[in-house]
């Protein structure tokens, strides 16, 4: 084989290998890439007009455009909600005043409407067919050269519509509720948006996938630019983050048990049955013909083929019916069994549908725990203890079960072998599985011990889809600890923690936690609850929706858009058969000429925009720089001394152990000791290989901090510190700092300034460890404490816009705080906005209630006369 001939084989396979990456890159990006459900849920009509929620792309300038252009976006609409649906979907602004506008007419009609100027046509999308939990896509294109625009979607034919265009234009566009002008609007309807993508002449220019959980401002990822949200509301979060639904006490024990069907949570007190909606929040009180003494080792379990609740006593083997819908109880004689031992407290209850009956294994009472299985056939009211076959499963109480088919599965708990609390009582981290139908117990596989003191809360659920697990597990030993869930699979000995933790406190046979699967809502609810010392149950519902997403995953998001793909595609083959087949005839300069035009096209890794093209269409030329180097509110972030974002170069150990020693150096001015950094990071780990990790991680801490500037790690005084130069590094915890400690020198400049630096987000949003949950809570309360104290000094009458704006800082932190409710109604009162004022009451009452469960004792009139 000559030169030549090897040449030629070599460009072949060169050709070959570039097109099929080029192929796999651009079929692989034309997909949706994740099935994950993120994006912006939007506030409509449900909430007052200040709370609706609103999307600006362009903030800052027009979008300027000529030739096609083209705006997409995914879209869910949601029909549950029983409100008025009018409202604007996208409202598309010209320079000229011009506007193109994309409505939902009613919940009643459910028809998409499309207005151009002062002309409006209805949409051919039949959205009877639209199940709300689907997504579709909406394409308006705009074809400037022929006057022209084009709507379509995923699931109906184009419409194309007539519009006087100039050869070019400028756009502004808006989703949902919009202050622009006299386009501005408050009417918004029910609806999700995701992938907000803008191209031009076919080449993708810009993409907000809205993939993120909180901030008010959202990045596009091809670009430096940034596009403004009012009132957001994140469906990532709903992923990631538990939300508290419902928070109240009642006098003496209260028990619970659940419809998951409905969606519904039952709590039974010594007076009541208390019916909870998952899906509205709302209650129904039933009250009991005669009071009922409960205790401690009663238990509650919801029949799901004779849809009623059943009350049993284990330890007397006692039973009795409550009817749901009348409130009725048969055999209420079990509540009045006089004093007994209290044993089994804690054990595990688990309903068998295919059998009808209960079973209820181990527990605890009398200073011992149990590994009892005890059964009750609910067809002929029998109990039967079971005699084990084996010794597998060892005493215990505070574990987690499932029932699956015939096998009752049990993770966890606390006990000892003997049974005997003083002798080496510990927690287990064993998975075991119970057959109901042979009685014999077998052990799986032990899980990791994320905890030393783990225990889990009494119901774990497992998908029987794929077999994950999830537990809601605690520190045993803290009384002020956090529910934390557990995810992991019936086939593998692997588990980790997903979503963000549920304070909780515990103390022993006095708190209880439950959770239960909502196959309606699709959410996973925790119910907990804790008996204090004035024999009150403080009891609580969080709620997250399924599936998790953990914190730390990222969605990928597509780079090339299809087109511009095969395009490129095509012209790599056109070149690449040309350059084989004129090999030796192609002069070495038409050869560079051609390398050169190759080159750009594979080793890009977004193509934007020609150069000649680009200033026709853009948002921003100039890339803005952060007011901060540091960012500790609505996330952390960080950037280095020339302002690049260096976020991405602190691992989440990396992250926490910076946030230790900086928080623990501004609460004491001492800093953190080398033994708490291991005892919080390292707890797992033996000391040597502990501190080996800490000696590792500090020397790479100190390499960023050099980056950022302004700021070293010190040791002097036997203490890590973080030692900075205000001047020099600016951080926004720093600004929070100043304002919020002294006091004495707060001034409407100050106040305006922690206001822009709250209304970024929460402090440290997206970290979420058990340590940080103090400094979270401390940071709440100097912002809320800082902007009440302000505020009563302030005379509204001067600037009640300004008092709406401190009002509503407050509210996004603490959404029941009466001061922030006095001080907003006031401020739409002397703006003449009463009916805003009087709504604005209204809400709160209707949260006080939900929270509290009872009325808010003053009135509307009070509030403005406070």
Known sequence: MNYTQKSMLLKKIEFSFIFRILLFGCLTSSFVVSSQ???????????????????????????EVKGEFEVSFDLKLDFKQ?????????????????????????????????????????????????NKNDWFTIKIKFFLNKNEIQFSSSNSKPVLKTVAFKSQESFKLFFG?????????????????????????????????????????????????????????????????????????????????????????YFVNKTSLLTYSTENQSIKKILFKNSINLTLDYRLVYNTNDHKIYCYLNEKQLLAVLDPISGEWSNESIFNVGKRKEIYTMHNSIFNKSENAIYMIGGYGQFKYFNDVYKLDLNTQEWEKRILKDRIFKPRYLAGSDILGDSIYILGGYGSSSGNQSMSPKSYFDFLVYNVKTNTFKKKFEIKKHVNHMVVANRIWINKN???????????????????????????????????????????????????????????????????????????????????????????????????????????????VGFVLYLNKIKKSNKLKNQSTITPLI?????????????TIEFSTSTKKPDYQIIFFGGFQVFDEKKVDITSKFSPLLKEMFLLIWLFTFKNNKGISSEKLIEILWFDKPTRKAQNNRSVNITKLKGLLNQIGGCNLSKETGYWKIEHEHELLKTDYFEFYKITENKKEINHKRIKRLIEIAKKGPFLS?????????????????????????????????????????????????????????????????????????????????????????????????????
């Open 82 to 130: 029983k409100e008025n649906g009018f409202g604007y979907i996208f409202r598309i602004i010209s320079k000229k005043n011009k506007n193109i506008d994309l409505l939902l007419s009613s919940l009643n009609t459910k028809s998409l409407i499309l207005v151009v100027g002062d002309t409006q046509t209805v949409l051919p999308i039949d959205l009877f067919d639209i």
């Open 466 to 576: 794929n077999k994950d697990y999830f537990a809601l597990t605690y520190d045993k030993i803290k009384f002020e600890g956090y529910l934390k869930l557990l995810k992991g699979n019936l086939n593998s000995k692997e588990s980790s923690y997903v979503g963000d933790s549920i304070p909780y406190k515990f103390l022993d046979v006095k708190s209880f936690s439950n959770m239960y699967f909502m196959p309606k809502s699709k959410k996973l609810v925790v119910y907990n609850s804790y008996l204090n010392k004035k024999d009150i149950s403080e009891f609580k519902i969080h709620s997250i929706s399924f599936p998790l997403i953990p914190i730390s995953k990222t969605i990928v998001k597509p780079v090339f858009s299809t087109f511009l793909c095969f395009l490129i595609i095509l012209l790599v083959v056109f070149l690449g």
């Open 177 to 265: 509720a919009n202050d622009y002008q006299e386009f501005s609007s408050s009417d918004v309807p029910e609806m999700n948006i995701r992938d907000v993508k803008l191209t031009k002449n076919g080449s993708l220019f810009s993409h907000f996938p809205l993939n993120q959980c909180g901030g008010n401002t959202t990045s596009d990822v091809l670009k430096n630019t940034e596009a403004i949200l009012k009132n957001p509301k994140w469906i990532l979060c709903k992923h990631q983050k538990w939300n508290l639904d419902f928070s109240s006490e009642i006098d003496g024990v209260q028990l619970v048990t659940a419809n998951e069907d409905k969606g519904l949570l």
């Open 603 to 615: 080793e890009s890794k977004t193509i934007l925009f020609d150069e000649e093209e680009e200033d």
């Open 766 to 866: 997206n970290v979420n460890v058990d340590w940080l949950e103090p400094f979270k809570e401390a940071a709440t309360d100097k912002i809320i404490s800082t902007l009440v104290t302000f505020a009563d000094s302030f005379d509204v009458k001067s600037d009640p816009d300004f008092i709406l704006k401190l009002a509503d800082c407050i509210l996004n932190f603490d959404s029941v705080n009466e001061e922030a409710v006095k001080f907003k109604s006031k401020a739409y009162n002397y703006k003449g906005n009463h009916s805003l004022a009087l709504s604005t009451f209204k809400k709160f009452q209707k949260e006080y209630k939900y929270l509290y469960a009872q009325e808010y004792p003053l009135g509307f009139t009070q509030i403005l006369d406070k």
């Open 37 to 63: 459900e993120y994006g912006l849920s939007f506030k409509s009509q449900s909430y007052i007009l200040d709370e609706r929620t609103g999307l600006e792309i362009s903030p800052n300038e027009f979008v």
